[in-house]
């Protein structure tokens, strides 16, 4: 069995939750992305990581934020030289908390440059990423890019959520 190196490992957002069960059924064993071993990495125990929200620098500090960039690139680069393939997921076009966009936009370049793969979750993410890259810098990329539509989420949330949400938003049964 492989194994994927997933983050945000403890993440327990619907989404989240459902790729994960996904990546299990399609047969890999699913370990902690920020807990990975020195001996789990000497001995090329990863053999994929999956990024989510990767590029987001939480840091109030501008040197602690570039240190932090630096040492999340370290880290791909160790994983990618010790044979583990790298597939980033591009969900937003920068993230939502954006105290650093030099420091997120030069991470994000990195993945995008060393990723396997780059998953985006529809079309119009493709389009917005060309956009935002240029013709030249797309061209580059654009074999790696994989369509992986958001999965539905019927029956994900409890029938008590559906309930609240349709009261607070005077929805009609």
Same mark, same amino acid.
Request: glycine share 2%; aromatic share 10%.
């Given at each position: 069995?492989?194994?994927?190196?997933?983050?945000?490992?403890?993440?327990?957002?619907?989404?989240?939750?459902?790729?994960?069960?996904?990546?299990? !059924?399609?047969?890999?064993?699913?370990?902690?992305?920020?807990?990975?071993? !020195?001996?789990?990495?000497?001995?090329?125990?990863?053999?994929?990581?999956?990024?989510?929200?990767?590029?987001?620098?939480? +840091?109030?500090?501008?040197?602690?934020?570039?240190?932090?960039?630096?040492?999340?690139?370290?880290?791909?680069?160790?994983?990618?030289?010790?044979?583990?393939?790298?597939?980033?997921?591009?969900?937003?076009?920068?993230?939502?908390?954006? +105290?650093?966009?030099?420091?997120?936009?030069?991470? @994000?370049?990195?993945?995008? @440059?060393?990723?396997?793969?780059?998953?985006?979750?529809?079309?119009?993410?493709?389009?917005?990423? !060309?956009?935002?890259?240029?013709? @030249?810098?797309?061209?580059?990329?654009?074999? !790696?890019?994989?369509?992986?539509?958001?999965?539905?989420?019927?029956?994900?949330?409890?029938?008590?959520?559906?309930?609240? +949400? @349709?009261?607070?938003?005077?929805?009609?049964?």
């Amino acid at each position: 069995m492989k194994n994927l190196a997933f983050y945000p490992y403890e993440d327990t957002t619907a989404f989240l939750i459902k790729w994960r069960e996904q990546i299990e !059924k399609a047969g890999f064993n699913i370990i902690d992305f920020s807990h990975i071993t !020195k001996h789990q990495l000497s001995n090329n125990e990863v053999d994929v990581v999956f990024l989510n929200w990767y590029e987001e620098i939480h +840091s109030r500090n501008a040197i602690r934020a570039c240190a932090q960039t630096i040492k999340r690139m370290a880290k791909i680069h160790s994983l990618k030289s010790h044979g583990a393939r790298i597939i980033t997921v591009i969900h937003n076009r920068s993230p939502h908390e954006n +105290s650093h966009p030099k420091c997120t936009s030069a991470l @994000r370049n990195y993945l995008l @440059r060393v990723s396997t793969y780059i998953v985006v979750l529809s079309d119009a993410s493709k389009s917005i990423l !060309k956009k935002d890259l240029g013709h @030249r810098a797309y061209r580059n990329i654009e074999n !790696k890019l994989k369509k992986l539509p958001l999965p539905n989420y019927i029956n994900v949330y409890p029938d008590d959520n559906k309930a609240f +949400s @349709r009261e607070a938003f005077n929805v009609s049964v």
